[in-house]
């Protein structure tokens, strides 16, 4: 049974009001691109084109280590996590896919969870196994690891696992596995480096020979966290190593918050797509480590110059370039749905910024070594206010203009508190 929905005509409403000054703005910054021989509808069609799934985790109330705040009306399972993800794709317009976590997110019925994405008008894009939590009833425990354990039996179970989410992923209509470890360890001498990636490859090389012949297989590296000396998979060389060892269908996953401060993330983006092992993206911010905030919250430039690098792909035709773009984020202080679609929209921005780039004088700057002008090139792009864009795509598409207002006025989130009588302890997501 699906709850509460935000009514079309209550956004249709809002888009009344503000439409007039949105065609104002839009004219205007219309003409400011003409001047420089951008065409404003082009951009806003590329900006259409764009879509990023929700990750189903990211709809609940994260946490940390030290505690959880749950906030009101929380999803209280899959089902309820889809109704938040259609909202946030009825008001955005460019997050038609979920990206669901297994077991989190395990139901009796696939073919169940495959009917109710599809009546919200959701799909499903990769998904996401678990060995770094032990489950209720598991046989054997991940404490030392996963597919990379010292014992045998307990890198089994953790391929089984692996093998059972494409297995759902395949009846959900999902073509990718993202696999990310915890596995590591804390104190120097706990682990043997070399044998610990040995013991990777070869469990991932059972778990890449039970991918359909369209899927591929996301590599998600990260430096640190839980294991604080040594990650198998800590950088996107490791990662790099693992996906050219396995094969043509095993690609690098990049979730922005996984590299040790001020790493030049958009060069590692540049090389992958350089040499085909791009999957895509975990979209979020950081200032420390693994944040999971906001995307463009903290660092909106460096957003941007990852955009650039993905254009620049586009632009140059690169082979094999198509990566998956998803959002990995955690909302400790904010209501879920608010960010995600704030994040969202800045993904659209970033990359509507990253469209405008001059690329030809970009090209002339650099060939030339003119450093400073080649900055310059960079930065009228990312400074220029392409919010108009973004809402006409979005209002054009049937979302909102204003998605937080709308939100805000729907009530939403009181009536899931209505609908949705909280149990203690619920909603994974806390890594
Ligand atoms: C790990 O920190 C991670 O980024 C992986 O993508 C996990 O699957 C996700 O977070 C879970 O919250
Ligand atoms: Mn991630
Ligand atoms: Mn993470």
Wanted: overall charge negative.
């Amino acid at each position: 049974m699906t709850g509460y929905r935000i009514d079309d005509g209550l956004v249709a409403e809002h888009n009344a009001v503000l439409e007039a000054e949105l065609a104002a703005d839009y004219e205007h910054l219309g003409a400011k691109l003409a001047r420089s021989g951008r065409d404003i509808e082009a951009i806003t069609a590329e900006v259409q084109r764009f879509k990023v799934a929700v990750p189903t985790w990211g709809v609940g109330t994260g946490g940390t280590r030290f505690g959880r705040f749950p906030g009101p009306g929380e999803p209280r399972n899959v089902f309820e996590k889809l109704e938040d993800c259609a909202t946030i794709q009825q008001l955005v317009r460019c997050a038609p896919t979920v990206s669901p976590h297994f077991p989190w997110d395990r139901v009796e019925d696939v073919t169940e969870l495959k009917e109710r994405a599809q009546a919200l008008g959701l799909g499903f894009d990769a998904v996401n196994s678990n060995t770094f939590q032990d489950q209720r009833g598991q046989k054997l425990s991940y404490k030392f690891g996963s597919l990379t354990h010292t014992d045998p039996a307990v890198r089994a179970q953790a391929v089984q696992h692996n093998i059972e989410c494409i297995e759902i992923g395949r009846k959900l209509g999902s073509k990718a596995l993202t696999v990310w470890i915890a596995d590591g360890a804390n104190f120097p001498g706990q682990q043997h480096l070399t044998k610990a990636f040995e013991r990777y490859l070869d469990s991932m090389r059972q778990i890449y020979a039970a991918l359909p012949e369209d899927w591929s297989v996301f590599l998600e590296h990260k430096l640190y966290e839980p294991a604080f000396y040594t990650t198998v998979i800590a950088d996107w060389g490791s990662s790099y190593l693992a996906a050219t060892a396995l094969g043509p269908k095993a690609l690098c996953l990049v979730d922005l918050g996984h590299h040790a401060p001020n790493v030049n993330i958009e060069q590692i983006v540049a090389r992958l797509i350089q040499f085909e092992k791009l999957a895509g993206f975990h979209f979020n911010d950081s200032k420390y480590g693994d944040d999971d905030l906001d995307s463009g919250s903290i660092d909106p430039f460096r957003l941007f110059l990852v955009f650039h690098e993905l254009v620049n792909a586009v632009v140059e035709q690169r082979p094999g370039f198509a990566p998956a773009y998803m959002m990995d984020q955690s909302h400790n202080v904010t209501d879920p749905i608010e960010s995600l679609m704030s994040s969202a929209i800045a993904l659209q921005r970033a990359y509507a910024k990253a469209l405008l780039v001059d690329r030809d004088a970009l090209s002339a700057y650099q060939e030339s070594n003119d450093a400073i002008m080649a900055l310059e090139t960079l930065k009228r792009a990312f400074e220029t206010d392409v919010g108009p864009i973004l809402a006409t795509a979005r209002m054009r598409a049937g979302g909102a203009i204003d998605p937080l207002a709308v939100y805000r006025t729907s009530g939403y989130r009181a009536r899931k508190d209505a609908e949705r009588p909280q149990t203690p302890n619920l909603g994974g997501g806390i890594v």
